[in-house]
């Protein structure tokens, strides 16, 4: 019960066998080993730019992806200690689904975005970020938009959308976040934190720990995300921040890999020696620092979400996330929710797909657009 309360800022879940979801196509068979190789953003969004805003120290920088030249736009807010990619493989389904323009951003302090102040995670300059940021994209006259956000981007999204920082917000979609939870969380969060490692050896080892781990349970969403996770440190190797690396906790797989002929003992030794070569990899944010912003992005949400004067939808990946303002406001019809079960708390990771029927349905219904041909509610 103690993990499942870490979900509002980190996937936590335990995982499904194999580290992956359920009838992934991604899956290999027996005696094969898995491709855990990055995969790069331009297989998922049409471009990539870096978009200038002001501030009162000078200029910030987010780093925006975008797909398609019309429609309404979706706007991706994502998760803590994530970063735009994390939205990739959603953004190929979605893309096909509907009439729409996707953008995702690299919130402040997170992925390529570049801040003056980066220690200032407030949930009033982050919501503040996401205004800027669409008056820098689009002027005085921004087209609708639909804002969606997950874990603690959901979060920042309601905030963005309760002081009318996007006027033309269309909708709004949460993805599994809810007050109750996770101010219950908050107490654990440290802890939880602390117990994952604190270097990888490379990306393609920071892949394979999110998948083995449970972190992310679809690897091709793992492939293209946690290279915006992580970074090449500069610490040298045996510095007491980077002693505890990928080698010692990532979780062994049962399966024997019969056509590389190799023992996991071999294997290691193999590893070892490739860490002294390369660069080691660390966090892109260091999400114990921020602990002082937690409450702020939290507390009042629920409330705050209910006072949304847009449609609303809620994505959950289990039903025992409602607390009491929600349950009430749900039986009220103050907004849309769906359930969608066997999936971790990054769940527009894990089930690209599911989430992108909920979301295209959702607009469809309220005539926000319309299903490219060929695809039905």
């Given at each position: ?152 981007g959901g979060a920042i999204a ?20 809810v007050e109750g939870t996770a ?194 509610c």
């Open positions: 019960m103690e993990k499942q309360l870490h979900l509002n800022l980190l996937a936590s879940r335990p995982p499904v066998p194999g580290g992956l979801q359920s009838g992934s196509k991604m899956r290999m068979g027996p005696g094969r080993k898995r491709d855990f190789s990055p995969l790069s953003w331009s297989q998922y969004f049409e471009t990539m730019e870096d978009v200038e805003v002001e501030n009162d120290n000078g200029k910030d920088t987010f780093r925006i992806y975008s797909s398609g030249q019309h429609g309404p736009v979706l706007l991706l807010l994502h998760g803590g200690g994530h970063s735009a990619l994390s939205w990739a493989v959603f953004t190929e389904v979605i893309y096909s689904r509907i009439n729409c323009r996707v953008v995702a951003m690299d919130l402040r302090a997170h992925g390529d975005t570049k801040v003056k102040n980066s220690d200032d995670l407030s949930a009033e300059t982050m919501a503040k970020d996401i205004g800027k940021v669409v008056e820098a994209l689009y002027g005085e006259n921004p087209p609708p938009i639909m804002m969606i956000g997950h874990s603690m309601v905030h963005t959308a309760a002081a009318n920082h996007v006027p033309s917000l269309l909708g709004l979609c949460v993805i599994d976040v101010m219950d969380a908050l107490n654990s969060m440290q802890n939880f934190l602390r117990s994952r490692p604190k270097t990888f050896k490379s990306v393609e080892n920071a892949i394979e720990w999110s998948v083995k781990s449970g972190q992310i349970r679809n690897i091709e969403s793992a492939r293209v995300s946690m290279g915006g996770q992580v970074k090449k440190c500069e610490e040298p190797l045996n510095s007491p921040g980077v002693s505890k690396s990928i080698g010692e906790v990532i979780i062994e797989e049962e399966e024997e890999e019969e056509e590389e002929g190799e023992s996991n003992q071999k294997r290691k030794k193999e590893d070892d020696q490739e860490v002294k070569k390369e660069s080691l990899y660390t966090w892109q944010i260091d999400l114990s620092k921020t602990e002082k912003y937690w409450e702020g992005w939290f507390s009042g949400l629920s409330a705050l979400f209910l006072s949304c004067p847009v449609p609303k939808l809620l994505l959950l990946a289990g039903v025992d996330r409602l607390d009491k303002d929600l349950t009430i406001g749900q039986m009220q019809g103050k907004f849309q929710m769906q359930v969608l079960p066997q999936c971790g708390h990054a769940v527009h990771e894990d089930a690209p797909e599911k989430v992108a029927d909920a979301l295209a349905s959702f607009m469809v219904r309220h005539k926000f657009t319309e299903l490219k041909e060929g695809f039905l």
